[in-house]
């Protein structure tokens, strides 16, 4: 009766799987399924890989093995040892989740599903199998786990938080093509990257989302109006005092910050302070979009992507087109 | 029988150790053989398709070519596992002792046609590279991609109807009505 070696019952969602004998004999049946890779190692190497069929074990179908056991006399007669892992080639699911910041350092708890497959076995078995020591199936998902999380989170400390609210399409497109080179390296190969749900941990940055949603107001001019807020509301807990310092300190928060001050210069003409309508010639305070005295458009529109940039721009800010 | 040979000769440079069909013994490892070759030379096609970090932003912004990037990796994914993950089916053709010729000739016709498509949407997929993403040529190529994986697609699945057609053997000619012509009959030129 030659010796069977087959994985055995395989459970939903196993990826690996050990075959518990290491004591192989020539002549063995090694029964792999359509969806399977069989790996042999010995010493931690991968020496050979057997996809879908009954195979019996020769040193014809194992030259590599064989190579490496030519040393031992009688080779060809009795059992070699070896370590046979079964890699499952199916799409597997990785729940995902976790904690970031966006680039404006936003608080945000975010989690989804990926779904990966073992792309090269043997490179799956040397780089996370072997190279790990992982054997079972829950250690590798842990592993991989921290990888796409830790992956994850530094792409979306790229993003801002409006692109990630606004076009959660977007993110996941731009996360999967970041993160699948690395998985590439593992052996791996990334199908797809859905988010199921992501919010704003703090609740002072989801008013802020809110309001400048709601609103449509530019975010650094929310935020500039938040600190005058923030400096009056302290500046009313000292009375006396209060007026005075007001009177110095409010209004230079009103406006943007200046550069450290150069030696001083002539007088700057208002365009240069302000942006000039070229319709009605009202001077809009920096940053203006739209002249706040005749609507007018004051930036450039991208032909690519539709969005608006300042007027002096010469390529697009969200997608890099030449303007 | 020499252009059986020539055709067989042709696969052969592509997969080495391909001996075709006609030996019972070895049908199942050659049709393998030729759906692993295919299978790689895709999965060779899909590690092409990568782009850089400032690439994947501009294409993400932009939905069409979004879409249709998303599209030919999507494409090229289900070609690639449907042909690699066959089953091996086609019970009756593989236990027929002998098959006739002209059938085998289509089926190896079949097979070149697979493996040549094959390398055409590899060479199209290497070709990407070297246009810039969001270009109108860029937009096109990938249209093109999309068509040759629909084309190839359609040859995966006539390849299985091809092999599961030759498992029900040609009715016998007293069954279809046909009479057979005897030695009489062909000498004075009847039938």
Known sequence: MPQVIQWVSPKEGEIIWRYPVDRIEWGAQLIVEEWQAAVFMRDGKVYDVFRAGRHTLTTLNLPLLTQALSRIAGFDKSPFVAVVIYVSLKQHQLPFGGRGQTAELAPIQFYGSAWFRVADPALFVTQVVGGQNIYTTEDLQRFLRGYFNELLMAELSRQSIFTIYGNLDQVSFIAKNAIDPHFRRLGLELVDVRFEGLDVTDQVWRDRLFFIRATGVNPAEYLRMETVQKAAAELGKSPGAAAGTGIVLIPPLLWPQQQAAPPPQPAQPAAQQGVVCPQCGYVNPPGAKYCINCGYMLGKRCPQCGFVNPPDAKFCMNCGAKL | ?191
Do not use: C
């Open chain 2, 1 to 191: 029988m020499s252009f059986e040979k020539n055709l067989l000769e042709r696969i052969a440079s592509y997969i080495p150790g391909y001996v075709g069909y006609k030996e019972k013994e070895v049908r199942r490892e050659t049709d393998a053989l030729v759906r692993r070759h295919v299978a790689s030379i895709l999965s060779a096609a899909a590690a092409q398709l990568t782009l850089s970090p400032t690439e994947a932003r501009a294409v993400a912004a932009n939905p069409e070519a979004r879409f249709l990037w998303d599209s030919v990796k999507a494409a090229l994914d289900k070609v690639a596992q449907k042909i690699d993950k066959a089953q091996h089916g086609y019970s009756g053709f593989f236990d027929l002792a002998k098959v006739d010729e002209s059938v085998l000739e289509e089926v190896y016709r079949h097979d070149l046609a697979l493996v040549e498509t094959a390398k055409r949407v590899a060479e199209a997929a290497s070709s990407l590279k070297a246009l810039r993403p969001l270009s109108q040529e860029w937009l096109d190529a990938l249209r093109q991609i999309l068509a040759q994986l629909q084309s190839l697609d359609s040859a995966v699945d006539e390849r299985s109807r091809i092999l599961d057609a030759i498992k029900t053997p040609p009715q016998p000619q007293w069954e279809s009505g046909g009479r057979k012509r005897g030695l009489l009959d062909r000498l004075l030129g009847r039938g």
